[in-house]
């Protein structure tokens, strides 16, 4: 059975910085496109970043951009979330998720299997 685990999320100061690990047993990670999702409360779950799995093309939201980066660890089977300049509006539940599409899918609907989640909190 298909298994992920992030880990890493917390309470965080504004302008700080955390690294989400997106960690899978029994399941190659490097074989799929793995994207991260968040979700605060009374909103839609929505795309933050994602990775290919062939070339290592990525996506990033525009909200983003510049703050997050999204990597690969083939060796220790992780994917990482890099946040910094953290803001009080990126607080939700971050997700890993892995598709069975190529490409970057940066859609929800597009990604088969998910972790249970982590919460980070931006507040001071």
């Known amino acids: 059975q298909v298994q992920l685990v992030e880990s890493g999320g917390g309470l965080v100061q504004p302008g700080g910085s955390l690294r989400l690990s997106c960690a899978a047993s029994?399941?190659?990670?490097?074989?799929?496109?793995i994207g991260w999702f968040r979700q605060a409360p009374g909103k839609e779950r929505e795309g933050v970043s994602c990775?290919?799995?062939?070339?290592?093309?990525?996506y990033y939201a525009d909200s983003v951009k510049g703050r997050f980066t999204i990597s690969r660890d083939n060796v220790k089977n992780t994917v990482y979330l890099q946040m910094n300049s953290l803001k009080p509006e990126d607080t939700a539940v971050y997700y890993c998720?892995?598709?069975?599409?190529?490409?970057?899918?940066?859609?929800?609907?597009?990604?088969?299997?998910w972790g249970q989640g982590t919460q980070v909190t931006v507040s001071s």
């Open positions: 029994e399941f190659t990670l490097d074989y799929y496109p």
């Open positions: 990775i290919s799995s062939s070339d290592g093309n990525t």
């Open positions: 998720a892995a598709s069975e599409r190529v490409g970057v899918p940066i859609f929800p609907s597009q990604y088969h299997y």
